[in-house]
């Protein structure tokens, strides 16, 4: 378990605003997936709509950073164990990717169709100004470019802008996942793309692109996602075949690249896992960090989330550097994710250990040493 860093305070919110924030780490800290976080507020505003959270998991290498969901959770309690899992996870890809920056995650409890206005977005800015620096925020699912341009006209913390920004951090993310699915083929003796097998779950934006990536090269594609439009759109753009979402799981391709949501790795489905290779751009892939030791037993090489999806947060870092964005020192950062995967899969394969205690163990290193 990581040390907590300073405790965090609020600056004092602007007068006459409807916003209330609360410090809801106590209650957080009942919940299994709540791992040390060092503060996690809760921002309410029923006149404008909003209902966040921003968690902030450790700062010893920097400030919080990482994208706002906007996701309508059933309940305050899936919605603050999402956070809390999303937030811890940015600590790790900071730190392996080598940044200097913390975990920090936002989730708004929403549906990013219907519920996100101006005034939500207004009420959230002013949230992330109270916040004063301990948290950037960025694109996630349900969060746009829009999103964070609007943002950014009202409160600094914001980056994946346009307005001198990096814009979209997606195409970036499905670069890095891009060269991380090659990494690991070749690291099981696969040199080319063509005629691989890969099974693409979530459409999207990093999934979208990453299809178009790997048709480029000659891979041979199984796709699936919950809106059927994006499935014929994949079979006319990239000859994909298109499957239900939970026959995804079972197809036997090369790789399955996970590009949706979270906790699609877990004890049920492992066991019936078609691919032997898991290289995708989702958050949160296993359900229980355990989970990692069951697809090492069954011989799958997996390369851990955190490290395959860091091209976005690179690229929205980046923003935040002395000098501003610079694109090909950005691109050469990002090309470095396969040789990280790389070292990740030799060392565990060495030491007979999953590849995320790997990853997760020389993240640690480089947060401990920075605390001292
Ligand atoms: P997105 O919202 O653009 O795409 C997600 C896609 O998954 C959508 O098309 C959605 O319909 C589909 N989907 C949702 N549930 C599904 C299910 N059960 N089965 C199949 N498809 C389903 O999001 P994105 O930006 O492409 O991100 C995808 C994943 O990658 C997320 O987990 C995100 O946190 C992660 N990620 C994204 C970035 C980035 O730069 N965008 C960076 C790092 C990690």
């Known amino acids: 378990m990581l040390q907590t860093h300073t405790p965090r305070t609020l600056r004092v919110p602007a007068e006459n605003t409807t916003l209330t924030i609360t410090d809801i780490t106590a209650e957080a800290s009942r919940l299994d997936a709540f791992d040390n976080h060092e503060r996690v507020w809760h921002g309410r505003d029923v006149e404008r709509g909003l209902n966040a959270i921003v968690a902030i ?59 996100k206005t101006p005034a939500l977005l207004e009420a959230y800015a002013e949230m992330l100004a109270a916040l004063d620096g301990q948290y950037y925020t960025g694109e996630d699912v349900g969060f746009t470019v ?150 090492l037993q069954r011989g799958v090489l997996y390369a851990p989330d955190y490290v395959i999806n860091a091209g976005g947060l690179l690229n929205v870092a980046a923003e935040l550097a002395p000098g501003g964005y610079d694109r090909a020192a950005t691109m050469a950062k990002v090309a470095q994710i396969p040789d990280t995967l790389t070292d990740i899969f030799q060392r565990a394969e060495a030491q007979n250990r999953s590849t995320n205690d790997v990853a997760a163990e020389i993240a640690y290193e480089r947060i401990e040493a920075a605390r001292k």
């Open 146 to 295: 829009a999103d964070a341009d609007f943002l950014r006209a009202r409160t600094p913390n914001v980056t994946g802008t346009t307005v001198g920004g990096s814009g979209n951090p997606s195409p970036v993310t499905a670069h890095g996942v891009f060269l991380g699915v090659k990494a690991a083929l070749k690291h099981r003796g696969v040199d080319k793309l063509a005629g691989v097998h890969v099974a693409v779950q979530g459409l999207g934006s990093v999934g979208w692109t990453l299809c178009e990536k790997l048709h480029a090269e000659g891979a041979r594609l199984t796709v699936t996602d919950i809106d059927a439009v994006r499935i014929r759109q994949a079979g006319e753009a990239f000859g994909a075949e298109g499957v239900g979402t939970d026959a995804i799981l079972q197809v036997p391709a090369q790789v399955f690249a996970p590009c949706a949501l979270g906790g699609v790795l877990s004890a049920e489905t492992i066991p019936s896992l078609g691919a032997k290779i898991v290289a995708g751009a989702a958050n949160n892939q296993l359900a229980r960090h355990e989970d990692a030791k069951l697809l």
């Open 57 to 115: 998991h450790n700062t010893a290498l920097g400030p919080g950073l990482g994208g706002t969901r906007v996701w309508p959770h059933e309940t305050f309690e899936a919605a603050l164990t999402d956070v809390l899992r999303l937030s811890r996870g940015m600590t790790f890809k900071s730190a392996i990717a080598g940044m200097d920056f913390g975990g920090g995650k936002a989730l708004i409890i929403a549906n990013a169709k219907t519920d």
